[in-house]
């Protein structure tokens, strides 16, 4: 289920919300195939089989399945509407995927029923119909917030024009404390309905029921929530199907709309609607897929494209920036030097290097992005700000704090004039000034952007969405230095378990996380499991980063800061050996690491005895 409180703003949806009306959208822009049925087929047959029998014949069962009707399929004693509804309810992309031909299928069903039914007199009168289930408290609680705002059941809806059915479902959940009863009463003018339904008769499972099903991501306004039930939690919710005229669902529909512009049709369409919801596997199925079926350039150029964004999103930078440049190639044969269009790949693979650490070579791309878009777009289009955000992405890395600063304040006052006030860009640009003011030490300016660019991500990101766990994370950083460590890892312990549900076992993310927990476990005295945490950093960075990135070198640093806590100088001293090898190799010559690096060096010959070692590792930090 999804909730919209009465006046809120399309920006502030509940992803949920939009999502899966994009995703019914896009699954009918696509040509699914007997093959599509085939391999579904195959994995789920039990799924198929008739009175009781199982058939393992995948061509009969193809047959069966096209000789049946969807709605029939659905409504029978099996576990496919169960599988479906679950899997729509928490966008599962690999179920989703496998049974996008039968999501169709069961939709232009219903669509088609229903224009049959609404020329019968009797079907256009006003009726109601109800439904009767448990809700988890939370869900509940967020069910009362949006009271005469609207809801929208993201799965198929089934409904019964019996009540005292329904009432039944819903009591038989009322003795369960973890859930809330309840009966939603629903007014339906067929009229003016903006979804189809219809009552589906002897093609039910359960035929005394009067059956009525609606197609999913129905959308209903909520009138009234009240108790019924005495020494049990039991409720009843007293909706309305919303109709074309609803204002608010008009806004929220055009909205949709523009997102939807924002897409391909198709299989292109459904694999760019993947990458936003986040993990990147069926994504990737999809794209290499449609890559070997010899594309169309046009086609060809989106499926490079998306899979450079991929491998990006999975830390795997080099194999992003060849499917970038494999892209490029592709447009610098077919349009002018100058078209914004050739900006965006230059920004692509700039934001390879610079996670790769090459400073030079990613100022260098985004700076060839930044002059083709001053030639080509208007002064506050945001995709300029997307290059100043870059370049002072690099000028911070470089450790240049007050040319950041410059390049994110252009980037923010663009964005600010551009983009609705809580666009997932304005959130990023919060974030990098948080960061900026961080590294200054001007803590409370950084929570206060960092809170900023929190609030703008839990409105238009689902809850376990990776780009969540960075002002999470920055959050903690700032607490850790304000020396309030249990809050820093309350902080850490949120991100990391954001970023372990969505992104692959050896993200250079997760490593981050790993080393920060190391840090607060260190200042807080234990010793032992910040190393272990450190070493899990390590472990992850060996395997994904290239061997002189600057985050190896944090580790290696770390990991001597603990041995040194301990009173283990000698294995203090060879870490921060290698941190210094690698900064120097990475980081300009007045980075102030290379100053830290150089006065650990000094701290460690120091307690050594080693005197004049020290002072040369001193002079150097200077």
Do not use: W
């Given at each position: 289920?999804?909730?919209?409180?009465?006046?809120?703003?399309?920006?502030?949806l509940d992803p949920s919300f939009m999502y899966t009306q994009l995703l019914k959208e896009t699954l009918l822009t696509i040509d699914f195939q007997d093959e599509h049925i085939i391999q579904f087929i195959k994995r789920h047959s039990a799924l198929f089989a008739i009175d009781g029998k199982q058939v393992h014949d995948v061509e009969r069962l193809v047959h069966d399945y096209h000789t049946k009707d969807p709605i029939w399929w659905y409504t029978r004693g099996n576990d496919l509407h169960v599988m479906l509804n679950k899997a729509l309810r928490v966008m599962d992309d690999d179920v989703l995927v496998q049974m996008g031909f039968f999501i169709?299928?069961?939709?232009?069903?219903?669509?088609?029923?229903?224009?049959?039914?609404?020329?019968?007199?009797?079907?256009?009168?006003?009726?109601?119909?109800?439904?009767?289930?448990?809700?988890?408290?939370?869900?509940?609680?967020?069910?009362?917030?949006?009271?005469?705002g609207l809801m929208s059941f993201n799965n198929f809806l089934s409904t019964s024009t019996e009540r005292d059915v329904c009432l039944s479902y819903a009591e038989s959940n009322a003795d369960n404390a973890d859930f809330v009863a309840v009966l939603f009463n629903i007014q339906v003018d067929p009229t003016q309905s903006t979804t189809p339904f219809a009552f589906i008769g002897s093609l039910g499972q359960f035929l005394h029921e009067n059956e009525v099903l609606f197609s999913m991501h129905t959308v209903f306004r909520i009138h009234s929530i009240q108790s019924i039930g005495t020494a049990r939690l039991l409720y009843e919710v007293n909706m309305s199907l919303t109709s074309d005229s609803d204002k608010e669902l008009g806004v929220l529909i055009k909205h949709i709309q523009r997102e939807q512009s924002y897409h391909e049709h198709g299989w292109i369409g459904l694999g760019q609607l993947l990458i936003e919801l986040g993990p990147n596997n069926k994504a990737e199925e999809i794209f290499n897929t449609l890559l070997n079926n010899r594309p169309s350039n046009k086609d060809a150029?989106?499926?490079?494209?998306?899979?450079?964004?991929?491998?990006?999103?999975?830390?795997?930078?080099?194999?992003?920036?060849?499917?970038?440049?494999k892209a490029l190639v592709l447009l610098e044969n077919s349009l002018p030097a100058n078209h914004p269009t050739i900006a965006i790949f230059y920004h692509n693979i700039g934001s390879v290097y610079d996670n790769m650490g090459d400073y030079p070579k990613a100022l260098e791309q985004y700076g060839k992005a930044l002059s083709i878009q001053q030639q080509s777009l208007p002064a506050n289009h945001p995709g300029l700000a997307a290059s100043y955000n870059n370049i002072g992405l690099v000028y911070h890395n470089m450790g240049d704090y007050s040319k950041a600063l410059e390049q994110y304040g252009k980037a923010l006052s663009i964005r600010q004039q551009s983009l609705p006030a809580n666009h997932p860009?304005?959130?990023?640009?919060?974030?990098?000034?948080?960061?900026?003011?961080?590294?200054?030490?001007?803590?409370?300016?950084?929570?206060?952007?960092?809170?900023?660019?929190?609030?703008?991500?839990?409105?238009?990101?689902?809850?376990?969405?990776?780009?969540?766990?960075?002002?999470?994370?920055?959050?903690?950083?700032?607490?850790?230095?304000?020396?309030?460590?249990?809050?820093?890892?309350?902080?850490?312990?949120?991100?990391?378990?954001?970023?372990?549900?969505?992104?692959?076992?050896?993200?250079?993310?997760?490593?981050?996380?790993?080393?920060?927990?190391?840090?607060?476990?260190?200042?807080?005295?234990?010793?032992?499991?910040?190393?272990?945490?450190?070493?899990?950093?390590?472990?992850?960075?060996?395997?994904?980063?290239?061997?002189?990135?600057?985050?190896?070198?944090?580790?290696?640093?770390?990991?001597?800061?603990?041995?040194?806590?301990?009173?283990?100088?000698?294995?203090?001293?060879?870490?921060?050996?290698?941190?210094?090898?690698?900064?120097?190799?990475?980081?300009?010559?007045?980075?102030?690491?290379?100053?830290?690096?150089?006065?650990?060096?000094?701290?460690?010959?120091?307690?050594?005895?080693?005197?004049?070692?020290?002072?040369?590792?001193?002079e150097r930090s200077i």
């Open positions: 289920m999804s909730f919209v409180p009465s006046g809120r703003k399309p920006d502030q169709t299928d069961l939709h232009r069903n219903i669509e088609k029923l229903h224009k049959k039914q609404i020329i019968d007199i009797s079907f256009s009168r006003t009726f109601m119909v109800y439904r009767g289930q448990g809700l988890p408290k939370a869900e509940f609680e967020e069910l009362r917030k949006a009271e005469d150029l989106l499926i490079y494209h998306a899979l450079g964004v991929i491998q990006h999103n999975r830390g795997a930078f080099d194999e992003g920036r060849q499917f970038f440049r860009d304005l959130a990023g640009s919060y974030n990098n000034i948080g960061l900026v003011y961080y590294n200054m030490g001007d803590y409370p300016k950084a929570l206060e952007q960092y809170g900023k660019a929190l609030s703008i991500q839990q409105q238009c990101l689902p809850p376990n969405h990776p780009d969540l766990a960075i002002p999470t994370l920055n959050i903690g950083l700032v607490y850790f230095n304000m020396g309030d460590y249990p809050k820093a890892l309350e902080q850490y312990g949120k991100a990391l378990s954001i970023q372990r549900q969505s992104l692959p076992a050896n993200h250079p993310d997760l490593a981050t996380s790993y080393n920060n927990i190391g840090l607060a476990c260190d200042n807080m005295g234990d010793y032992p499991k910040a190393l272990e945490q450190y070493v899990k950093a390590l472990s992850i960075r060996q395997q994904s980063l290239p061997a002189n990135h600057p985050d190896l070198a944090r580790s290696y640093n770390n990991s001597g800061s603990v041995y040194y806590n301990m009173g283990d100088y000698p294995k203090a001293l060879e870490q921060y050996v290698k941190a210094l090898s690698i900064r120097q190799q990475s980081l300009p010559a007045n980075h102030p690491d290379l100053a830290a690096s150089n006065n650990n060096i000094g701290l460690v010959y120091h307690k050594m005895g080693d005197y004049a070692m020290a002072h040369s590792y001193y």
